[in-house]
């Protein structure tokens, strides 16, 4: 009967060998919790044993238990990097074709190629739906979506008007190269020669379908103030892109250039609102109108060049520029027109007894009978944690207590083999006897 009971013992100790050595292998493993054996002594009675005459016949293990207290956490560059602070699991979907689910801790997400919030496996992180402002407009296992980060915001719209306010400095002088001084060659003006014009500004309109569009304006001095003429004239070459367009629509080749009239005060005296410049055609878009208004703070004062302001009311579609999660579990994308958008708000799960979760590998768990049902709710409220981002819960393995275990666990084992070598000797004594 002494080899039964030892090897029970050997068998428990072997078993617990096995736990703290699994729990040392993960210790690296994000969202891993360290599992603890429970055991329990053998007893057979009836109730005519004395009490005090009973004999234990070994033990067995009774349990081996999860222990879902909170592992270390540690500082990561990625938003989408999350930690809970607190009780709850995050829940995921490995086949996003299927209702099932699965719950994790680790909380190291990424994007995949159909722009997907994932796991290192590949599940899909859920999320509850929310309006513009972040408020979740439904709840329950049915409603939670799979997090996708959209790749624009927002719809283009092609630039109509542009404003334009600058000072054109009394001081500049004519071009050497403008036709005033060359007769021979009318056209001296040479955007590619910087020789040819004063000063240059460029602002950035949008087409129909929200591409980006460089209008360059090209300011070259034509007169300056004289006692007989005491106003100024300048001229505006306008092109957008490589093309130039002409402020006279009648008139498109060749294109005429815009014509700026001073006073002797700097005073801005031929444009009194926006000019219709001629019909263009971008690549890929729509032909399209625009006008330019210089008429509102132009100038020429004696102090150097100066773009006072410059506007359009053209819209281009924003690309995603990056993504945040705040404390609450709210996933916004901001774009890069400026806009930001509410993706989700990530769901968390709790249960009854979390011991009872069924380990699946890869740091899931799935509920069963002895967990109970999945409660779901909102990061940071009712008795759930808060979220970290830019953080990843590490394993709850103590490497020191783990390693006193496991010298514990090696001793029992010890004890309980020799255990069987005594009795065994015993009987080998016996069976000697003559």
Do not use: C
């Not at 509850?128 to 719209?157: F, H, K, Q």
């Not at 056209?187 to 360059?216: C, H, K, M």
């Not at 009239?261 to 055609?281: H, I, K, R, W």
Request: negative net charge; hydrophobic residues 35%; charged residues 15%.
């Amino acid at each position: 009967m002494s080899f039964y009971t030892s090897l029970s013992g050997l068998q428990g100790s072997q078993n617990e060998l096995s736990v703290i050595s699994h729990n040392l292998a993960n210790v690296g493993t994000n969202g891993f919790k360290r599992s603890r054996v429970d055991f329990g002594d053998v007893i057979a009675s009836t109730v005519t044993n004395s009490p005090t005459q009973m004999i234990g016949s070994g033990t067995v293990v009774k349990a081996i238990r999860q222990q879902f207290t909170q592992g270390g956490l540690q500082q990561s560059q990625s938003s989408l990097d999350l930690a809970i602070n607190g009780e709850g699991f995050f829940m995921v979907r490995p086949n996003p074709n299927t209702a099932a689910v699965a719950f994790t801790r680790n909380g190291s997400f990424g994007v995949d190629a159909d722009r997907y919030v994932v796991d290192s496996q590949g599940a899909n992180l859920q999320v509850y739906p929310v309006d513009g402002s972040g408020t979740v407009v439904a709840t329950g296992l049915t409603s939670t979506e799979n997090l996708r980060l959209p790749l624009t915001s927002g719809s283009p719209l092609a630039t109509t008007e542009v404003g334009i306010a600058v000072n054109l400095s009394a001081n500049a002088t004519i071009p050497s190269a403008h036709p005033r001084y060359d007769a021979d060659n009318p056209y001296a003006f040479n955007r590619f020669d910087s020789e040819t014009y004063n000063y240059s500004t460029a602002t950035i309109i949008y087409d129909s379908v929200g591409n980006p569009l460089t209008l360059t304006n090209y300011y070259v001095r034509e007169t300056v103030p004289t006692t007989p003429e005491p106003s100024s004239v300048w001229t505006v070459y306008t092109f957008v892109g490589d093309r130039q367009i002409s402020s006279d629509p009648a008139q498109t080749e060749p294109p005429v250039p815009l014509t700026l009239e001073f006073d002797n005060n700097g005073v801005l005296t031929n444009q009194a609102g926006p000019v219709q410049f001629s019909t263009f055609d971008p690549a890929g878009a729509v032909s399209q109108d625009i006008t330019i208004d210089f008429s509102v703070n132009t100038t020429q004062r004696p102090a150097a060049f100066t773009l006072n302001a410059a506007s359009q009311n053209g819209e281009a579609i924003g690309q995603l520029e990056g993504v945040t999660v705040d404390s609450d579990g709210v996933v916004r994308a901001s774009f890069s027109n400026g806009e930001t958008q509410a993706l989700g708000k990530i769901v968390l799960a709790q249960f009854s007894n979390p011991e009872g979760l069924r380990q699946l590998g890869n740091s899931y768990w799935a509920s069963t009978g002895i967990s109970g049902e999945a409660r779901m709710g909102e990061p940071g409220l009712a008795g759930f944690g808060g979220l970290m981002s830019g953080a990843i819960e590490r394993s709850n393995v103590d490497i020191t207590e783990e390693l006193v275990g496991l010298i514990a666990a090696q001793r029992n084992f010890q004890a309980n083999a020799k255990a069987i070598d005594t009795a065994n000797t015993l009987s080998q004594t016996i069976i000697n006897l003559n």
